[in-house]
């Protein structure tokens, strides 16, 4: 079996990134914006690269059914330690599958979802496209796909911020930066993952930003108004500005019916 290389972030992922301001405003941000697209419960769900099933959870708790795909035995164990903690009709809907995303198809048995999230995923991929290809062989008719990636038109904003300008000024034509974990990260584009949907036979049906304002701010969790910075946060993350300027982005694409 290949090393687990999220064994050694799984802690700080899960303890430390989501339970911050950011990682909560993220996880009611993309819910909501989910929501908008998702058919009625109970729909058929599979969260590739679904890590602790941050995501995925509260989906099941609305009484849809969830796969939740990962590589990552640490991330999976979280994920099963968080799942013990729901109700037994909530843990019925959940199921955890161990592999990688680019094996969706292959390790789920050819079947087809109503909805496949692939989350913060395809920034730590050296290309998206396996990746893309096999989540689309996984869409149903009229199911959507849902991708969360990192913006490669605002990488000089941090640096920028931080007051780092040689590197803000390099992040100007870069494609990749270091993120938060320490880990090198790449970006994306609403247009280049488009044209990767619509290989797969999808076509892009809605774009969001996640992260604007909480981003490149340090809100700490126990003087911070976190439903009210998540409110501002859905709200720009529809219109144009500020959707342009978030640091991550969220494609929703949809398969024809």
């Known amino acids: 079996m290949p090393d687990d290389t999220w064994a050694a972030l799984a802690d700080?992922?899960?303890?430390d990134a989501y339970a911050t301001v950011k990682g909560r405003v993220r996880t009611y941000v993309l819910h909501q914006q989910l929501l908008a697209h998702l058919?009625?419960?109970?729909?058929?769900?599979l969260d590739v690269g679904g890590g602790a099933a941050h995501q995925s959870l509260p989906l099941a708790r609305l009484g849809h059914e969830v796969t939740v795909l990962d590589p990552s035995p640490a991330m999976l164990a979280r994920a099963r330690q968080r799942i013990g903690a729901e109700p037994e009709s909530v843990q019925g809907r959940v199921r955890l599958l161990e592999g990688p995303g680019e094996q969706a198809d292959v390790l789920t048995g050819g079947r087809l979802f109503d909805a496949v999230l692939c989350h913060g995923v395809l920034m730590y991929l050296p290309d998206p496209a396996p990746m893309v290809a096999a989540l689309c062989r996984c869409v149903a008719p009229g199911g959507v796909l849902s991708l969360m990636a990192l913006n490669g038109r605002t990488l000089a904003v941090r640096p920028a911020l931080e007051r780092r300008w040689s590197e803000a000024l390099a992040a100007f034509d870069a494609g990749s930066e270091i993120g938060v974990l320490g880990t090198e990260t790449r970006a994306d584009t609403v247009e280049g993952l488009s044209g990767l949907l619509r290989d797969g036979g999808l076509?892009?049906?809605?774009?969001?930003?996640?992260w604007l304002f909480a981003d490149w701010l340090d809100l700490p969790l126990d003087t911070t108004d976190v439903e009210a910075v998540a409110e501002v946060e859905l709200r720009a993350a529809s219109r144009d500005p500020y959707r342009q300027l978030s640091r991550v982005f969220h494609l929703v694409a949809r398969r024809a019916a």
């Open 39 to 45: 058919p009625t419960a109970p729909a058929a769900v």
């Open 203 to 210: 076509e892009a049906e809605a774009w969001y930003g996640v």
């Open 12 to 15: 700080a992922f899960v303890d």
